[in-house]
Nanobody
Framework: QVHLVENGGGLVLPGGSLRVSCAAS????????MGWYRQVPGNERELVAQ???????KYSGSVQGRFIIDRNNAENTVFLQMHMLKPEDTAVYYC???????????????WGQGIQVTVFS
């Protein structure tokens, strides 16, 4: 079993910055893609940013140029640095990891519990 724990959410003014982190623990052989998604009530969960094990990142159009995703493979951790935050960035942010738990094993997807980010004026 693998657990993902997010940290760093909170309240921020428009134009401000916030950094959230997600640490994976448990039965981990290797983590492939890691990513951040977000969801607001009544909407589907949407991709914010994703990063491969090798560091290749992709972003949704709404955050491109404002958010940066990075990771520490040795510590099984992924980060999301958010700049120039807008009220429409308000959401619950979820960490996702594609984890291989044993050599030659399948890749399983795990999610964090979610962390609230609120941008308000």
């Amino acid at each position: 079993q693998v657990h993902l724990v997010e940290n760093g959410g909170g309240l921020v003014l428009p134009g401000g910055s916030l950094r959230v982190s997600c640490a994976a623990s448990g039965s981990i052989f290797r983590i492939n893609d890691m990513g951040w998604y977000r969801q607001v009530p009544g909407n589907e969960r949407e991709l914010v940013a994703q990063i491969s094990r090798g560091g290749s990142a992709k972003y949704s159009g709404s955050v491109q140029g404002r958010f940066i995703i990075d990771r520490n493979n040795a510590e099984n951790t992924v980060f999301l640095q958010m700049h120039m935050l807008k009220p429409e960035d308000t959401a619950v942010y979820y960490c996702k990891a594609d984890v291989i738990e044993a050599m030659w094993g399948p890749s399983n997807t795990y999610w964090g519990q979610g962390i609230q980010v609120t941008v308000f004026s």
